[in-house]
C-alpha cells in the first residue's frame, strides 16, 4: 500500500520556522521526486518544492526561494521542508506527493504540475500568525 504521511505543521509567529516531514512507503522512493503543495480555501493547489530522489534535483517557487529549504533522506524514505522566516501568506494546508515522470529526469520546472504526481499524503497544517 503507498502511503505518503505529511507531519509537522502548527502554529508559529511570523519570522519563525517550522519542519514538515513527507514519511513514505509502498512504492520506490529511489525512484521518485517528492513534491510539496500548498492550498488554501477557495484556492488552487500551488507547488512550493520538489526534489528529485534520484539525482538531488530541487525546484522552489519562486516566493519561497531563500526562505524553504528541501532535502531527503533516502534511507529513512523520508522528505523534509525546512521553512524558515515564515510569512502569514504561507499559511496553508501543505501536501507532499510524488511523482515517477520527475524522479526519472523529466524537466524538474514542470514540478508544480498536479498532474505529474501518481501519489499524495494527507495535508498538515501550517498557520503563521502575524
Known amino acids: 500500500e503507498v502511503q505518503l504521511q505529511a507531519s509537522g505543521g502548527g502554529l508559529v509567529q511570523a519570522g519563525g520556522s517550522l519542519r514538515l516531514s513527507c514519511a513514505a512507503s509502498g512504492f520506490a522512493f529511489n525512484d521518485y521526486a517528492i513534491g510539496w503543495f500548498r492550498q488554501v480555501p477557495g484556492k488552487e493547489r500551488e507547488g512550493v518544492s520538489c526534489?528529485?530522489?534520484?539525482?538531488?534535483?530541487?525546484w522552489y517557487q519562486d516566493y519561497v526561494k531563500g526562505r524553504f529549504t528541501v532535502s531527503s533522506d533516502n534511507a529513512k524514505k523520508t522528505v523534509y521542508l525546512q521553512m524558515n522566516r515564515l510569512k502569514p501568506e504561507d499559511t496553508a494546508v501543505y501536501y507532499c506527493?510524488?511523482?515517477?515522470?520527475?524522479?526519472?529526469?523529466?524537466?524538474?520546472?514542470?514540478?508544480?504540475?498536479?498532474?505529474?504526481?501518481?501519489?499524495w499524503g494527507q495535508g498538515t497544517q501550517v498557520t503563521v500568525s502575524s
Open positions: 526534489i528529485s530522489n534520484s539525482d538531488d534535483r530541487t
Open positions: 506527493a510524488a511523482s515517477e515522470y520527475l524522479g526519472a529526469g523529466g524537466r524538474i520546472e514542470y514540478s508544480d504540475f498536479v498532474s505529474l504526481y501518481e501519489f
